[in-house]
Each structure stands twice: as structure tokens, then as C-alpha cells.
T-cell receptor, first 112, second 109 residues
Framework: NAGVTQTPKFQVLKTGQSMTLQCAQD?????MYWYRQDPGMGLRLIYY???????DKGEVPNGYNVSRLNKREFSLRLESAAPSQTSVYFC???????????FGPGTRLTVT | KNEVEQSPQNLTAQEGEFITINCSYS?????LHWLQQHPGGGIVSLFM???GKKKHGRLIATINIQEKHSSLHITASHPRDSAVYIC???????????FGEGTQLTVNP
């Protein structure tokens, strides 16, 4: 099993550009999450999907959209990137009734 | 004030020392997690506990629900233990985790 995979690993964008971060898990997990991690702050939840077909806002959803394409895949889109979105983005998943989360390797995004 | 507070923020130890990292939280929880983030950035789950104590190798995690406090102990620390250790709680209501800011541990040889 690959666990949770994310692409790309690194990305540099100019202000106003758009991009999609991809996440996939092969553990048949119901719930998937997108977090951002900034220096001096804990991981903050952007969006989550409790099951296929549902998505909900987390703590910091502004400037982002998500799609739960199927049970395996959960993508995060930045429509018009801003320097404030420079961060490391992590995708995670967990199974029903299990609170332990499995994390992807992260995407380091820089917006100039 | 954050719902999850960790202390210390930074910790430097000599190889072989006994290490304690603390986590306090202010909400009712159903589970508490300890995570490890290595310098390369990957995050792995170390423990998930809702009561008592768990042990895995040189790592021990304890939780006191009444005092809303958890500790992570590392016995006989080693340079490879150098990482950021993150505490996270799952509130009784809701399905999401709330994270502490992390504790940067450096173990020198």
C-alpha cells in the first residue's frame, strides 16, 4: 500500500495563478482532510470530506476549493493564489470510527 | 488562547537523557494523538489514547482526562529522536482534530 500520496511535492506560483493539489489514499478510508502548516502555528484544517460526496469547511477555507472525486481522491484548488497561501500543505485520511490519521508527504507551495 | 497548548516549544537534550513533552487542552475530548514530524517533513502517528498509558519501545504516552493533560516521554533519547512532536485532540463533538503548535526536540550526541 502506498498510503496517502500527494502531488506535486514542490510548487512555485505567481500571484493570481491557479493550481490543484492532488491527494489519493489506497486504504479505503472514508474521511479525508486538507491542512496547511505555517511556522509558529499548528496544523490548521482547510477543508475535509467525511465521506465520498460530502465536503465541509474547516478553520481556514477562504481562497480554496475542494473536490472529493471518489473515495480515493480529494483535491485542493487555489483559484487565484496569494502570497498568504505560501505554506506546506498536508493531506490526511482516516477510516470510519478510527481517529488515527495517516498523512501524505506534504506539498511545499511558494506564491511570489 | 489555543485550545491545545504544548510545552516546551523547544527542547535540547543530550543523548541518553529522559525527555518529557507536555500537552494541555481546554475542551472535552474523545481521543488525544501524539504525532512525530521529521526534518524531511513527513508526519506519522505515534499514539492515540483516550485514557491511561501506552508504551511503544522507548516512547510512553500518558493522559489524565480529569486534569486535561497528556505527556509524551522518551527514555534513553537518541539523536534520531530529533523531530517535532505534535499533540492533537479530537473533541467530543465533531470529527476533526485540533493541533498544538508542536515541540521541536533536538538530541545531541
Amino acid at each position: 500500500n502506498a498510503g496517502v500520496t500527494q502531488t506535486p511535492k514542490f510548487q512555485v506560483l505567481k500571484t493570481g495563478q491557479s493550481m490543484t493539489l492532488q491527494c489519493a489514499q489506497d486504504m479505503n478510508h472514508n474521511s479525508m482532510y486538507w491542512y496547511r502548516q505555517d511556522p509558529g502555528m499548528g496544523l490548521r484544517l482547510i477543508y475535509y470530506s467525511a465521506s465520498e460526496g460530502t465536503t465541509d469547511k474547516g478553520e481556514v477555507p477562504n481562497g480554496y476549493n475542494v473536490s472529493r472525486l471518489n473515495k480515493r481522491e480529494f483535491s485542493l484548488r487555489l483559484e487565484s493564489a496569494a502570497p498568504s497561501q505560501t505554506s506546506v500543505y498536508f493531506c490526511a485520511s482516516n477510516g470510519r470510527g478510527f481517529y488515527e490519521q495517516y498523512f501524505g508527504p506534504g506539498t511545499r507551495l511558494t506564491v511570489t | 488562547k489555543n485550545e491545545v497548548e504544548q510545552s516546551p516549544q523547544n527542547l535540547t537534550a543530550q543523548e541518553g537523557e529522559f525527555i518529557t513533552i507536555n500537552c494541555s487542552y481546554s475542551v472535552g475530548i474523545s481521543a488525544l494523538h501524539w504525532l512525530q514530524q521529521h526534518p524531511g517533513g513527513g508526519i506519522v502517528s505515534l499514539f492515540m489514547l483516550s485514557s491511561g498509558k501506552k508504551k511503544h519501545g522507548r516512547l510512553i504516552a500518558t493522559i489524565n482526562i480529569q486534569e486535561k493533560h497528556s505527556s509524551l516521554h522518551i527514555t534513553a533519547s537518541h539523536p534520531r529522536d530529533s523531530a517535532v512532536y505534535i499533540c492533537a485532540v479530537k473533541e467530543t463533538s465533531g470529527s476533526r482534530l485540533t493541533f498544538g503548535e508542536g515541540t521541536q526536540l533536538t538530541v545531541n550526541p
